[in-house]
Structure formats: structure tokens, C-alpha cells
């Protein structure tokens, strides 16, 4: 285990509990000043203190106070994966709930600098930025292209597919809640068939399966390809601290519950993330080259039902519909197994 994923205990830890990993009381946590400061643990989303995330010992770069729901887990994706990439970072952000939340200008939670950009564009901005920066001879910054699934699978799908084809030098980090949360919970290529949206009612729930944007990645045979999610902080941090030192386009897949689109209380946003995880509905792997898969570890299996019973957008589903949801969760898994077993 490297010093960032010790830093960060994750909700599946590996090995046994170190002094660092003792979870303090609500009391005790209150009991400290509260944001940038070093070593101070911050209770996060309501999960009952098994969770709490130390502050890594430097600087807060998500400061206190942002326009986001109570509970959302992009905004714990984005706060985990600034610390570890640090304040020499650039983030390029399109439309999206994160371009909302953020603040309006001149106010911003994120202290390191921010381009918001048309929707379609993210990546072919900050392949242009990661230029610039090299034209300048700066080879150390970070350029972050962080975007959800509208502007992942969907949007701005032909400019991320460009700029990977040209190995363009950058980090492209999609926080994935599975639709168009901020502008009314519509439906995208990444919600998965079964789930309820604005736009695929009840009465007309979606029917097509979630796209496989890794494997899409995995084929412009990308230098690292990777899902992560908020509920294993442990991996998200570990990921994101590889990506960090590769060079060449690098993607990652980041779960990030939305307890307001899913039908969820916020307080259960790592609940949910953790549960897809053990029940493999969003199960963690990398992918090097395009053809090197590995899975990564994860606790053992759990029924999809787990996962699916918090979330008011699966509520409806029948006993049939739920069984049909787990033989595709099943056989997605072998699948992946699969991949991985061949690559050796
Ligand atoms: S709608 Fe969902 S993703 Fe958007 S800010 Fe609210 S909880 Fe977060």
C-alpha cells in the first residue's frame, strides 16, 4: 500500500487497521477546527463513522460551502481526487452539475484554476491547455478534464474519442451518476436499463443497457483505462495517483452516487456506492494498453438487490425485472473475468 491509499482509508481495506484508520467519534470530529488543516477527520455523507476521510496533511483545495445537494457524491468523487492530484492542476469542466455547483464568478469551492467550456468540448480544450502549458516548457501541471456522463458517453463523446486517438497528454475523469442530473434527471447512454429518469417514466423505463465507455477507451488502446468509485476511496486515490504519473491519455470511470436523481437519502450516498461495488454493478478494474485487464480488489460478491433496494428509480421493478438485472450483472462479471484471466 503506497502513502496515498494510507492516507485515505478506504471502505475495503487491505490488511489490517492501523492507528491512522480509527474511527473517531462525532464529538471528537467536532472538537476540531474545521477545513484546511492538517490531519483532522471530517465526517462525510452521514455514514455512521465508517467512512471518515482524514484530511490529507496538505493544503483543503474543495473549501467549505458549494451549490451542490446534500449528500452528492460528485462533489466527494471531485474532493477525493484533488487530493491526491494536489494544486498543481488545471481542471476543464463542461456543462454539468459540477459547473453549477462549483459557485458563480468570482466564488468557487475549487482553489485551483477552473475552465468551464462548451458542452461537446472538454477534452479538446484541455488537450489544447496540456499544449499550451508544454509550449511554455511546463511538463508538471496536471490538466484535468473532469465531466459527467452527458458530457462522457454521450456529448462530448467525439471530442474525448479525438483527443485519446492522439494520445493527447491528459487526465479525463468522468464522474458518472447515470443521467442528466442537473438539468432534470433525463436520461443518458450511461443509465442503466430498469433505472427511472424524467424521461423514461415509470410507464416507459429505459430498455437499452448502459454503455461500456472503459471498453470503448480500452479499444483507442489507451496508455490506462480504469473504474473507481466514491465508495472505495482507497482505490479511487491509488488510481487516480497512477494516472497521475503516466503520460499519454489516461481515463477514469468514477461512480458517483446522486442521491437526488436516484431516489436515495443523501446520508446513503456511500452505502450505495459500496453496494454497487460488492454486487458488481460497478465493479473496479484497470486496463493497460487496451488489452491488459485487471480486476481490482474487491469484497465479496452480494446480490444486486442489496444495491438496488436504497434507490426510489428501481422501486418499480418487478421480481422478474430484478432477476433479469442480476443475470446481466452476472454475466457482465464473467465477462470481465474473463478479459482479465486472458491477459494473464
Ligand atoms: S443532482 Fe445529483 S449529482 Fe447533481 S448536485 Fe445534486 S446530488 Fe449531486
Given at each position: 500500500?503506497?502513502?496515498?491509499?494510507?492516507?485515505?482509508?478506504?471502505?475495503?481495506?487491505?490488511?489490517?487497521?492501523?492507528?491512522?484508520?480509527?474511527?473517531?467519534?462525532?464529538?471528537?470530529?467536532?472538537?476540531?477546527?474545521?477545513?484546511?488543516?492538517?490531519?483532522?477527520?471530517?465526517?462525510?455523507?452521514?455514514?455512521?463513522?465508517?467512512?471518515?476521510?482524514?484530511?490529507?496533511?496538505?493544503?483543503?483545495?474543495?473549501?467549505?460551502?458549494?451549490?451542490?445537494?446534500?449528500?452528492?457524491?460528485?462533489?466527494?468523487?471531485?474532493?477525493?481526487?484533488?487530493?491526491?492530484?494536489?494544486?498543481?492542476?488545471?481542471?476543464?469542466?463542461?456543462?454539468?452539475?459540477?459547473?453549477?455547483?462549483?459557485?458563480?464568478?468570482?466564488?468557487?469551492?475549487?482553489?485551483?484554476?477552473?475552465?468551464?467550456?462548451?458542452?461537446?468540448?472538454?477534452?479538446?480544450?484541455?488537450?489544447?491547455?496540456?499544449?499550451?502549458?508544454?509550449?511554455?516548457?511546463?511538463?508538471?501541471?496536471?490538466?484535468?478534464?473532469?465531466?459527467?456522463?452527458?458530457?462522457?458517453?454521450?456529448?462530448?463523446?467525439?471530442?474525448l474519442s479525438?483527443a485519446v486517438e492522439r494520445d493527447e497528454?491528459?487526465?479525463f475523469?468522468?464522474?458518472?451518476?447515470?443521467?442528466?442530473?442537473?438539468?432534470?434527471?433525463?436520461?443518458?447512454?450511461?443509465?442503466?436499463?430498469?433505472?427511472?429518469?424524467?424521461?423514461?417514466?415509470?410507464?416507459?423505463?429505459?430498455?437499452?443497457?448502459?454503455?461500456d465507455i472503459v471498453e470503448i477507451m480500452a479499444a483507442h488502446r489507451i496508455p490506462y483505462a480504469a473504474t473507481?468509485?466514491?465508495?472505495?476511496?482507497?482505490?479511487?486515490?491509488?488510481?487516480?495517483?497512477?494516472a497521475?504519473?503516466i503520460?499519454g491519455s489516461r481515463f477514469i470511470h468514477?461512480?458517483?452516487?446522486?442521491?437526488?436523481?436516484?431516489?436515495?437519502?443523501?446520508?446513503?450516498?456511500?452505502?450505495?456506492?459500496?453496494?454497487?461495488?460488492?454486487?458488481?454493478?460497478?465493479?473496479?478494474y484497470e486496463v493497460s494498453e487496451g488489452n491488459v485487464w485487471k480486476?481490482?480488489?474487491?469484497?465479496?460478491?452480494?446480490?444486486?438487490?442489496?444495491?438496488?433496494?436504497?434507490?426510489?428509480?428501481?422501486?418499480?421493478?418487478?421480481?422478474?425485472?430484478?432477476?433479469?438485472?442480476?443475470?446481466?450483472?452476472?454475466?457482465?462479471?464473467?465477462?470481465l473475468?474473463?478479459k482479465c484471466?486472458a491477459s494473464g
Open positions: 500500500m503506497n502513502r496515498v491509499s494510507e492516507s485515505i482509508p478506504g471502505s475495503f481495506p487491505r490488511g489490517s487497521a492501523s492507528e491512522s484508520n480509527q474511527i473517531k467519534s462525532p464529538r471528537e470530529v467536532e472538537d476540531s477546527p474545521h477545513a484546511c488543516r492538517s490531519k483532522a477527520e471530517i465526517p462525510l455523507c452521514g455514514a455512521a463513522g465508517s467512512f471518515n476521510l482524514p484530511v490529507p496533511e496538505k493544503r483543503e483545495l474543495f473549501t467549505p460551502g458549494h451549490y451542490g445537494c446534500p449528500g452528492c457524491g460528485a462533489a466527494l468523487a471531485m474532493r477525493q481526487t484533488l487530493s491526491v492530484l494536489g494544486e498543481d492542476t488545471i481542471v476543464v469542466m463542461p456543462a454539468g452539475c459540477w459547473s453549477t455547483f462549483i459557485g458563480i464568478y468570482p466564488y468557487s469551492c475549487l482553489t485551483v484554476p477552473v475552465l468551464s467550456v462548451a458542452f461537446a468540448s472538454t477534452a479538446a480544450v484541455a488537450a489544447g491547455v496540456k499544449s499550451g502549458l508544454s509550449i511554455q516548457g511546463n511538463d508538471h501541471t496536471t490538466v484535468l478534464a473532469w465531466a459527467g456522463d452527458g458530457g462522457t458517453f454521450d456529448i462530448g463523446l467525439q471530442a479525438g497528454d491528459i487526465l475523469i468522468c464522474y458518472d451518476n447515470e443521467a442528466y442530473m442537473n438539468t432534470g434527471i433525463q436520461r443518458s447512454s450511461a443509465t442503466p436499463a430498469g433505472g427511472w429518469t424524467t424521461t423514461t417514466p415509470d410507464s416507459a423505463r429505459k430498455a437499452q443497457r448502459k454503455k473507481a468509485s466514491i465508495g472505495a476511496p482507497a482505490d479511487l486515490a491509488e488510481k487516480v495517483q497512477k497521475k504519473t503520460r468514477l461512480f458517483a452516487s446522486c442521491p437526488t436523481g436516484w431516489r436515495h437519502d443523501p446520508e446513503l450516498s456511500l452505502e450505495v456506492a459500496r453496494a454497487a461495488v460488492k454486487s458488481r454493478v460497478f465493479p473496479l480486476e481490482s480488489p474487491m469484497p465479496e460478491k452480494e446480490p444486486v438487490d442489496r444495491y438496488l433496494k436504497h434507490q426510489g428509480r428501481f422501486k418499480k421493478l418487478s421480481a422478474v425485472e430484478r432477476q433479469q438485472f442480476q443475470k446481466q450483472v452476472d454475466n457482465d462479471w464473467e465477462r473475468l474473463k484471466r
